[in-house]
Structure formats: C-alpha cells, structure tokens
C-alpha cells in the first residue's frame, strides 16, 4: 500500500507543478484518484509493507500514509476542479476521524474547504458543506472547529453580499470566543466585523471593530498575514476619512507584509496604494512606485491610466479609463467610491476653469468644451451653484444660459455683533462668579 501510495502522489505532483488544465478524462491522473482513495480508506491489515519495531509504531506509520493520501487526494481534486469530488470525499473519511487526532482532523477539514474555495464557481457548494461541517463539528463536540468553520461561513457571507446572517454568525462569535479568550481568533473575528460594517458603509461600527481587533492583537502575537488585514482594513477606513497619507502607510505595510509571504492579495492592496497617491494629489508618484515594486498585471495599469488621466485633467480621458478597466475599477467598491469622488474635483475643476472669463455662457458651449453631454453639465452647474462653488443662475427661458454673478462681499455686521454678544456673555459670567465669592 505505501508503494501505491507513492506512485499515486507522484503522479498527483506532477499535475499540480505542470499548472496545466488538466482533462477530466486524464487516465493518469483518475488512477491516481482511485489509488488514493484505496489507500485513505483502507483498512490497517493490509498496510503489510510497512513494518517497525512495535504494533504501535505500526499504527502511526499508517495513520501518516493516510493522511498524506488525504492531503495528496484534495491536491488531485482542486487540480480537476472537483468541487463536488471534495464535498463527497470529506462525507467518505468521516468515519477515520475517530482515529485521528482532533488536531489533525480540523487540519484535514480545513484543507478539505480551503481547496473547494480554489475551485472556480463554487461558492454554493462551499456554504453547503461550511453548514454541514459546522453542524458535525457541534455534534463532535469539536468547539474550535466549529468557530474556524464560522468564521469561514461568515467570510463566504461577506463576499456574496449577505450581510445580515454574516453578522449574526460574528456577533455569536465574538461572545463565544471572548469567554475562551482567544485572542488570535478575536482579532480575526473583529477585522472581518470591520469589513461588513464598512461594506454596509456603517463607518463608526466599522471603526469600533477594528479598535477592538487592535486592542485584542497587542495583548498576543498576530501572524503576519492577519497583521497585514488589519492594515490593511485600517487604510481603507483612514481613506473614507480623507487622510490618504496615512491610508498610504498603512497600505505600504500591508502590501510588504503580504508581498513576503507571496499572498495574491499584495496586488489589490498595491492597487489601494496607487489609489492613495493619486487622491493625495501625488499621481506623479504612481509610475515610480509601481517601477520599485516590480509589480505588472491589469490591477497596476488601471490605476497608471487614471494616474495619467488625473495629471492631464482630461475628462474624456478618465471616462474612457472607467471603461477600459472596468471590472479593476468600477466593480471594486473601495476604488469606485473614490474615482467617483475624484471625477467629481476634476470636473468641477475643469468647469471652473471654463466659464471663470464669462459673466453669461451657454451651456451647450461648456459642455462642447469639456466634451460631456449637456445634460451631465447642466446638472453639475446646478449642484454648483446649490453648493456656492460659484454665484450664478441657470436661465432656461433663453435656452439654457449660464448666469456668473461676482462674488457678494460678507456683511460683517451680523459677525461683529454676535461677537459682542458673546463677550457680554463671558463678562457677566465673570461678575456672577466674583459675586458669589462675595457672598460666600
């Protein structure tokens, strides 16, 4: 049995390493399955070539045969894209967790779900077997796995927009955990929090959770991947405040952290670095930026377009960057939100720009000169003047002109007495306080 396990391994290697797609009716690599599985479920006696010194040696060496097949087993199946497969299988080794360690046990069930979620298209399939697990693993007894398997859920939840039941599983959590004070499993718990919050655009829920995870991270050691979460999560929350300068720094730490352990997420969080620069008015920075990290992708040239478009304050440009890149700008909602704000600056810029030398324009004459449909442009104007970016009227009873008035100069007399006002007020406290002295 461990010869054939051997050979089934090798075979299964060798189709991970390849990274090629691998047909469903591939003859090697379906053996391979087969033989595994042979070999995960077998029973102990015929394991006859493995021979130690004692029986309980024995029993080991198989147990870590085993679960090497598992492990050699989810591999084969991720590599096919078997999500089903891996559903099927976690149902078919139930029965050897009695004889496994618990440890180990929630090592396998964890690789089991993480290889599902590599799958593409899977998510239904992942939130059936988190519930079925969650659900074993509270018959079990087994509370840690159970928690990690939430967590997961809640994770799944949040990245299909079902925010409510994500929530409710944290909330839960979080008095559970609190109670085994664990503190790694806290922080985790709260980072995630944050982001639902935010993604609900609750931004003061969403800053209390993340304090929260801060507060349980500096009473324990936090791996580096969580650690660069957390920063990351910090920067976006920093970014909604408008201080994108220590959005920056956060998102500097984060990606350092997440480009050292080769975690996928470095490019998104580089992608929110770029961003920072450019709504800090640093877009000349970008390309510097993205020459010392030695980073390429699409990600990284959507934001060097809107960096180029931002510096040579084209409109047109940056609408036709939008388009271009829309699924790594449009469909990211923390990018999104920003563009949209930044588009806004530079339009209102750029219409600044354009009637400052008129006292009355047309508006179809602005919006051929900044290449935009009459109808955008008439809106903005309005939103303009309601905002006193600038005094002025829209007249439609002429076709729709432009009215610019010169900026009325403040009347200070309401200033002037409303200051008197308050320092009669500061002086009578003062009598009042030395009367009662006085008194006293």
């Known amino acids: 049995m461990e010869a054939q396990y051997e050979r089934a391994a090798a075979t299964v290697a060798e189709a991970v390493n390849s990274k090629l797609p691998i047909d469903d009716s591939s003859t090697s690599l379906a053996t391979a399955i087969s033989s595994l599985t042979d070999v995960a479920m077998a029973p102990n006696e015929r394991f006859t070539d493995v021979s130690t010194s004692s029986p309980a040696e024995t029993a080991a060496a198989v147990l870590k045969i085993k679960e090497n097949a598992i492990n ?102 979080i008095s559970e955990v609190k109670k085994l004070d664990d503190k790694v499993l806290l922080v985790e718990i709260h980072v995630l929090e944050s982001k639902i919050h935010h993604a609900l655009r609750n931004l003061p829920k969403a800053r209390a959770a993340l304090v929260s995870a801060r507060t349980a991270a500096n009473a324990v050691y936090v791996p580096p991947s969580l650690q660069a979460d957390m920063d990351a999560q910090s920067g976006i929350l920093h970014g909604e405040d408008k201080d994108f300068k220590t959005a920056y720094s956060y998102f500097y730490e984060s990606f350092e952290q997440f480009n050292s352990l080769n975690d996928p997420r470095s490019i998104l969080v580089l992608k929110y670095m770029l961003l920072s620069k450019i709504m800090a008015g640093d877009a000349m920075d970008v390309s510097s930026i993205i020459s010392s990290k030695a980073v390429a992708g699409s990600e990284v040239d959507a934001l060097k377009a809107v960096a180029k478009a931002y510096q040579s304050r084209s409109l047109a440009e940056f609408q036709e960057v939008l388009g271009s890149y829309k699924e790594e700008l449009q469909e990211d909602p923390v990018v999104h939100s920003h563009l949209k704000a930044l588009y806004n600056a530079l339009m209102e810029q750029n219409l600044l720009r354009i009637i400052e030398p008129y006292s009355r324009v047309d508006v179809a004459h602005v919006a051929e000169q900044i290449k935009l449909p009459v109808a955008d442009v008439e809106s903005k104007l309005s939103q303009m003047i309601l905002d006193r970016k600038f005094a002025g009227t829209l007249d439609h009873t002429k076709g729709g002109m432009l009215e610019i008035y010169e900026e009325e100069a403040g009347d200070e007399l309401y200033g002037n007495a409303l200051g008197t006002i308050d320092n009669m007020s500061k002086v009578l406290d003062s009598l009042f306080g030395r009367s009662l002295k006085i008194v006293s």
């Open 72 to 173: 050699s087993l989810i591999d084969a199946l991720v590599v096919r894209n078997d999500a089903q497969g891996l559903r099927e299988l976690l149902g078919r080794i139930r029965e050897l967790f009695s004889s496994i360690p618990k440890a180990k046990t929630a090592k396998i069930v964890r690789s089991v779900i993480e290889g599902i979620g590599k799958v593409p298209n899977s998510n239904d399939v992942l939130v059936e077997v988190c519930l079925e697990q969650a659900a074993w693993a509270t018959s079990e007894k087994r509370t840690f796995l159970r928690q990690r398997i939430d967590i997961k859920l809640s994770s799944l939840y949040y990245s299909t927009k079902k925010y409510k039941p994500a929530l409710e599983l944290l909330s839960a959590l």
